[in-house]
């Protein structure tokens, strides 16, 4: 099985997402290390599924801003790449020789900020993550943002994406790839797991 593009499945929460995207021809699967997130998923269980699941990188995520603390989790489940919320964690982090992705929420940065933080150049983060806790509607200044953004990093767009336009999106933005959320329960800004199948059906190579 392959996809057209490259895809990250965020908050994977149990064995049947990740089996299911994984025999899908997945690129990267990505599960909470935050045990105050709804989403967490303790070590021995994130130990039975990466066991179960060959072929895609294992992205260990986190929203903590304490270098200690994104060691240890480091130490405890061993990822392929790291994910984190906080930019100016990039270049200490860079010396672990781990893929880096930087995830941006765009609910909570303002258009001035992401300029700011991108206009110095491209950053030190492997990917770029864009997803989003609230509703963000993809318009034209943001699309042109974008663009400009994902001419200097890899970019993955998380957010705004259905089975309906995500050819228009992957033909109109030069990213990388997107990034979908698995996840158990509906919450604002999650998409239920029907949903995630009808994109990753629309986006099988043919």
């Not at 690129?27 to 072929?55: C, H, N, Q």
């Not at 984190?84 to 900020?113: C, G, H, W």
């Not at 050819?167 to 509906?186: M, T």
Request: some cysteine; aromatic content about 6%; charged content about 25%.
């Amino acid at each position: 099985m392959a996809l057209t593009t490259l895809v990250k499945i965020s908050n994977v929460t149990n064995l049947s997402d990740a089996r299911y995207c994984a025999g899908m021809g997945v690129d990267m699967l990505g599960f909470s290390m935050d045990a105050e997130s709804t989403d967490y998923v303790e070590p021995k269980k994130f130990e039975e599924i990466k066991s179960w699941v060959a072929g895609v990188q294992i992205v260990g995520e986190t929203t903590s801003i304490d270098p200690e603390v994104i060691e240890q989790l480091l130490d405890v489940y061993q990822p392929d790449v790291l994910q984190i919320d906080e930019s100016a964690l990039l270049p200490y982090l860079s010396s672990f020789d781990k893929p880096l992705i930087l995830r941006i929420n765009l609910s909570l940065v303002t258009f001035n900020q992401l300029d700011t933080l991108f206009s110095a150049g491209p950053v030190t983060a492997d990917y770029v993550l864009f997803e989003s806790t609230g509703s963000v509607h993809l318009d034209a200044d943001l699309k042109t943002l974008l663009i400009r953004i994902a001419s200097r990093n890899a970019v993955l767009l998380g957010t705004g994406i259905s089975a309906d336009n995500v050819h228009d999106l992957l033909a109109e933005l030069p990213v990388r790839g997107i990034a979908l959320s698995g996840g158990d329960e509906e919450r604002p800004g999650n998409k239920e797991f029907g949903e995630l199948m009808d994109i990753l059906e629309a986006i099988e190579e043919e």
